[in-house]
């Protein structure tokens, strides 16, 4: 029997002295070079790349130390011993052929990561769907992009984070950032609005804290947490109402327009303003900015979409560039900024419950058979459930009894976490590959160690739906595997006598035969393309495609090429204030940490920029709690509470708090409650209070 991964050779410096890479982060993805300096570590360096810049934030600059780092893992820990590989993958084979026999396909489940490389996210679903047949696959992306994902395909008929290359936020006569905090999560990204500036364009921002970002708006939008949805309502009224409404677009390019505009009268500006607190001048001045504009660009991120209603009010700005008659020009259109790594490509090929590679539908009869083709197999699992729902039946009676994890840590990211950790600790068998001990690792019975960024090869879509190379300078270092050998070794091992390739270039060689005919088609890109031409745009369906950097430039991928305006009404959200719980709560990101910090908590430069979790709150709240700033404070919700220290600041609103979520302890707040399209769950609202110990 196989054993994978293989034993590795020492660390060794490949040919090549400089390797151009991206950072392994963010969805911006910049681009960098490595090299192995004299005292033999890992030192980063800035490149061109036509994203970036040269630019690099304060985390890609860093990310090197943790290559190294002593708390990296470097062996398989079954039970918390130390085995070999083999010891450790026969361990995970067996129990779960058991499992599998006393309960069915079903008992075992899989969550994934938006980090994996395409060739790891497609490997993943393959895994799950054609060795283990579970339909139980899902993934920490469901927590990021779901809803944008969800309104982008109801409109344009298409998921695609940037319908255009990013250059083009420079060009806006007009910029509209809907909960986005770019100056903080992708700081290099940041160039782009002082070039917009630099042109005499304007920049808006909708979002409840005076962020970073929103301090270099002209003018900026701090609704009520939970209410874009009724101000993208009334900027829509105040279109119509005053005549910016692109009528020959509306009418050649769209359907559904009378509904949308029916709902849009009913948000007149002085009942939104009396809704999100947001004044009714300032709507009226959005408008004109956006209405007067040659090009217009509205851009959504998670603070419009991490709520149970996330779906319909990224449908409601879309509504809105579509009737302003934005998307398919330079400069101007809607688009969506994901957030992790391979936001983008971890949701096209595979790991999600609904979903086969290309971005194909699970319930597609003809997907089905051509993925089923692909993969060798008769029979493909149904759907399975989103993340949320998937980590609450963990270890119930007709639950999964056992949960692979790959590059995720759901005991800290995922809302409700207490909850979540009892299921965790309810499995039968939990596996974790990770690289550090991160808090979902440290429950696992089996851990296994895997290479980190600079140790492997494969490719990232950023969040323009541009495919880049990840390159590796080194072999991970003795004693630790690969994603890909570890989904080869268990599938060997469970059985499965179709092709599972440990090498990264051959996976994504059957991803691109795989992607070819989905909305995702990846039949026309290479490695070697990637590398001459700067990445390539998907989709690109053959090998002399130029690739798709613009799209919805003629038509939308619709049965009749036109973009749907989906009718949507603003409702509050799933938990309001009352007299026990009396704020709202709000999370978000530093600019110093990344996700549940697993990476960047150990990364000594950004300790001690962003050491521990915080609570935001309004000096005047402040005040009539008698709390000063620095003090510990008890901030509780109806599902849990934590002790963090007070920030008092006033850019943030009277009733709103504000808690960043990368430490343990902020997500227990959290609400879990869904959105009922996307099923992403409701991050950035809930009810809560604050005391003074
Ligand atoms: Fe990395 Fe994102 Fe920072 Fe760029 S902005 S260096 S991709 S974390």
Redesign the pocket.
């Known amino acids: 029997m196989r054993d994978a991964p293989a034993k590795r050779p020492a660390c060794t410096l490949r040919d090549m002295p400089d390797v151009e890479t991206?950072?392994p982060?963010?969805a911006?993805?910049?681009g960098m070079t490595l090299r192995l300096g004299d005292s033999g570590r890992v030192e980063v360096g800035t490149r061109d790349f036509p994203t970036?810049r040269g630019g690099?934030?304060q985390?890609?600059w860093t990310?090197a130390e943790l290559l190294d780092h002593p708390d990296r893992l470097r062996t398989p820990l079954v039970r918390g011993r130390p085995a070999s590989w083999p010891e450790a993958l026969d361990f995970v084979a067996d129990r779960l052929r058991e499992l599998q026999e006393a309960h069915g396909r079903d008992a075992v489940a899989v969550f994934g990561g938006g980090g994996l490389t395409n060739e790891k996210a497609y490997a993943l679903g393959k895994f799950a769907r054609a060795v283990l047949g579970t339909r139980y696959i899902d993934y920490n992306g469901r927590f990021c992009m779901s809803s944008a994902a969800a309104a982008g395909i109801r409109a344009f008929g298409i998921d695609r984070g940037l319908p255009f290359p990013l250059s083009d936020l420079g060009r806006a006569d007009t910029l509209l950032l809907v909960g986005a905090n770019v100056a903080e999560t992708?700081?290099?990204?940041a160039r782009y609005l002082t070039e917009q500036a630099a042109a005499g364009g304007t920049l808006i921002v909708i979002d409840p804290r005076r962020t970073p970002t929103a301090r270099r708006a002209a003018l900026h939008l701090q609704p009520t947490p939970g209410t874009d949805l009724a101000v993208a309502l009334g900027l829509l009224h105040l279109a119509i109402a005053e005549g910016y409404v692109d009528r020959a677009y509306v009418a050649a390019r769209t359907t559904g327009w009378d509904e949308v505009a029916k709902l849009a009268a009913a948000w007149w500006p002085a009942r939104v303003e009396r809704l999100s607190g947001v004044p009714a001048a300032d709507l009226l001045t959005a408008v004109h900015f956006l209405g007067r504009a040659e090009r217009a660009l509205i851009v959504t991120a998670r603070g419009a979409e991490q709520h149970a209603k996330g779906t319909d009010t990224v449908s409601a700005f879309i509504n809105l560039a579509l009737a302003l008659g934005l998307p398919g020009r330079p400069g101007s259109g809607y688009g969506c900024l994901t957030g992790q790594g391979n936001g983008q490509g971890g949701r096209e090929h595979g790991q999600k419950a609904d979903q086969l590679p290309g971005y194909r539908r699970i319930d597609d009869p003809v997907a089905r058979r051509h993925i089923a083709r692909i993969w060798g197999v008769d029979q493909l699992p149904e759907a399975g459930v989103s993340a949320t729902e998937l980590l609450d039946r963990l270890g119930t009676a007709d639950g999964p009894k056992a949960l692979l994890v790959f590059g995720s840590n759901p005991a800290v990211s995922a809302p409700r976490a207490a909850r979540v950790i009892e299921r965790l600790r309810a499995l039968d068998l939990l596996v974790v590959a990770d690289f550090l001990m991160s808090e979902t690792a440290a429950l696992a019975d089996v851990v296994l160690p895997t290479a980190q960024w600079a140790e492997e090869d494969g490719t990232m879509t950023n969040l323009e739906g541009r495919v880049l190379r990840r390159r590796a300078l080194r072999e991970p270092p003795p004693g630790i595997g690969t994603d890909l050998g570890v989904l080869a070794g268990l599938g060997t091992r469970l059985g499965y006598v179709g092709r599972f390739d440990t090498d990264p270039r051959a996976v994504f060689e059957e991803l691109r035969r795989a992607s070819a005919g989905g909305p995702a088609d990846y039949a026309g890109v290479t490695w070697e393309r990637i590398d001459a031409e700067d990445g390539v745009f998907w989709p690109c369906p053959k090998d002399d495609h130029p690739g798709s950097p613009r799209l919805f430039t003629e038509g939308f991928p619709t049965p009749d090429g036109r973009a749907r305006l989906v009718p949507v009404d603003h409702r509050p959200p799933a938990e309001e204030p009352c007299a026990d719980f009396p704020l709202y709560l709000t999370t978000g990101r530093v600019l110093a940490q990344?996700q549940s910090g697993t990476q960047t908590r150990r990364v000594a430069p950004l300790v001690a920029a962003a050491p521990r979790a915080f609570v935001e709150l309004h000096p005047d709240l402040a005040d009539s709690l008698s709390i000063v700033d620095g003090e510990s404070v008890r901030l509780v919700s109806r599902r849990g509470a934590a002790v963090l220290p007070a920030r008092v600041v006033d850019t943030i609103r009277p009733d709103t708090l504000f808690a960043p979520f990368h430490w343990p302890g902020v997500n227990a707040l959290t609400n879990d409650a869904l959105d009922p399209t996307s099923r992403m769950p409701e991050f950035k609202v809930c009810a809560a209070r604050v005391e003074k110990l």
């Open positions: 991206h950072c982060y963010c911006l993805q910049c970036n690099l934030c985390k890609g990310a992708m700081p290099p990204l990344y």
